[in-house]
């Protein structure tokens, strides 16, 4: 008896519709590609039992002098640390516009760095906890990153002239080697500043691998050391390509990946380049555009993986959260979906799942996402989501025409049978079969039927020219399961004008 495979090549064919994509997958949820197969995305536990001050906006991992671990992380109401599996409050000092402003973190050997947009450096000392301005710095900056391995301090978006007061939002600055305290250049040292020619401001930075990458709103500058007298040389990369948001920009192997305003970026051995991405439409056409500051990327090199997560118009999350510049309260839209590349197949998919920060493999281990409870979760952990079942898991495949190319041939599926990999204990997925006579005409929906380790086929009884399924992975704990081949077992039952 003939018989149709349902089985799709890696990635979401999200730009078509779903009779052009026909034996491929067409939607889905919480997933991840893994050596072509496709299976539920791998769980994640609370890294610690607290919440912090609210919605997260940065974090940053080290470790200090006496090999403790330390967790800075900034949120919109304040800078916390995490240290010896204990939280502490470093700063009480809100952002002042969320939608507008956000958290720079890094560190400079065992000191911790962090900048608010529009203020001032600050700095950590681990071995006696102190938390102060650096009163040599300028008052006022919109980002920070250090320099590796010259060990520099680089500010940009910063004041021209040091405590003026007023900044130039394409001037940046940098510390002589190994501090952050020294901004004046003289001839002794390798302090300096820059101001770029091109864009109407600096929007974000990054270190990559063999340079630092300078994003304004328009174009992207290497930032290449030279050392003195210039210390740094400043090349434009590429124009038309700038960066939508402070963090959203993320570097993955050898490779720096970026969301413009309409389109995802890379810079690697090719130089810049656009990613091509069949999930386009799910993130650009649904940014909402109020919030589109609080965009972030985070790569992780588990899953060989690039997230880009985002706030949706067509299904917000919101929250109300304070306004200091006003004093008023407003609703603000959190990041709560996202689009994902993995690179080694190469491979998009798109769903939901609010992550406010991220942060790649660190100190701590695994990668670390910040909730929309505040919590800080640990990824790759598991199969549940912070010890509950994971919901909403869910793949489907376009509609495949296994009339065989005829207009008008209908087909009877009498038998499937289903084909997983499973992990953990008491899995179930749940699959349902969808039929149409037209590419256009009405769906009729069998199942869904619910597949365990034992389940070897069973019998849906449907006649139809279209085909597709639809793969539920159960709310359950402890499990996964990677799809395989489906085989449906055909024949012809009739013919329609």
């Not at 330390?70 to 995490?82: A, T, Y």
């Not at 600050?122 to 990153?145: A, Q």
């Not at 304004?216 to 740094?232: A, E, H, K, N, Q």
């Not at 999350?317 to 839209?333: E, H, K, M, P, W």
């Amino acid at each position: 008896m003939p018989t149709a495979i349902i089985q799709g090549p890696p990635g979401f064919a999200g730009q078509a519709t779903r009779v052009q994509a026909g034996g491929r997958w067409w939607n889905g949820n919480l997933v991840r590609w893994r050596q072509g197969g496709l299976e539920k995305m791998p769980g994640w536990v609370r890294l610690v039992d607290v919440q912090f001050f609210s919605f997260v906006r940065r974090m940053h991992a080290w470790l200090d002098l006496e090999n403790r671990r330390n967790l800075m992380v900034g949120s919109d109401l304040g800078l916390q640390i995490l240290k010896d599996d204990v939280v502490g409050t470093l700063s009480t000092s809100p952002l002042r516009d969320p939608r507008q402003m956000t958290w720079h973190l890094d560190n400079l050997g065992k000191d911790g760095l962090a900048l608010q947009t529009g203020g001032p450096l600050n700095v950590y000392n681990p071995n006696d906890g102190s938390f102060s301005v650096v009163p040599t710095g300028p008052s006022i900056s919109n980002g920070m990153l250090t320099s590796m391995p010259q060990a520099q301090v680089i500010l940009w978006g910063t004041e021209p002239i040091i405590h003026s007061g007023v900044i130039d939002p394409l001037f940046l600055r940098f510390s002589d080697v190994g501090t952050y305290d020294e901004y004046t250049a003289t001839v002794s040292n390798q302090a300096g500043s820059y101001r770029l020619s091109s864009g109407s401001r600096i929007m974000g930075a990054i270190k990559a691998p063999q340079t630092i990458l300078i994003f304004t709103d328009v174009d992207v500058w290497s930032m290449s050391y030279i050392g003195p007298p210039l210390v740094y040389g400043f090349t434009i990369m590429g124009t038309g390509c700038g960066l939508v948001a402070p963090h959203a920009v993320c570097t993955l192997g050898r490779t720096t990946y970026w969301q413009g305003a309409k389109g995802i970026w890379q810079f690697g051995d090719g130089g810049v380049q656009p990613v091509m991405s069949t999930v386009h439409d799910y993130i650009f056409e649904d940014i909402d555009v109020d919030d589109i500051r609080k965009c972030h990327a985070g790569a992780n090199s588990i899953g060989n993986e690039v997230a880009f997560y985002f706030p949706s118009r067509s299904k917000p999350f919101r929250r109300q959260s304070d306004t200091a510049d006003t004093g008023t309260t407003v609703l603000s839209n959190e990041t709560s979906r996202y689009v994902k590349l993995t690179t080694t197949e190469p491979a998009w998919d798109s769903g939901e799942l609010g992550r406010t920060a991220w942060i790649n493999n660190n100190v701590f281990g695994m990668p670390l996402g910040a909730d929309l409870n505040h919590r800080v979760q640990q990824h790759e952990r598991g199969f549940d989501d912070d010890d509950q079942p994971m919901r909403g898991v869910f793949a489907e495949s376009g509609f495949s025409d296994i009339s065989g190319g005829s207009s008008n041939t209908i087909m009877s599926v009498d038998h499937c049978q289903p084909d997983f990999k499973w992990f953990g204990k008491n899995g179930a997925v749940n699959l349902t079969l969808t039929g149409r006579g037209y590419a256009g005409g009405k769906q009729f929906s069998y199942g869904p039927y619910s597949m365990t380790e034992t389940t070897q086929f069973f019998n849906p009884r449907m006649r139809h020219r279209y085909v597709a399924v639809r793969y539920d992975w159960a709310a359950r704990r402890g499990f996964s399961a990677r799809v395989g081949a489906t085989k449906l077992q055909i024949k012809q039952a009739g013919r329609r004008p």
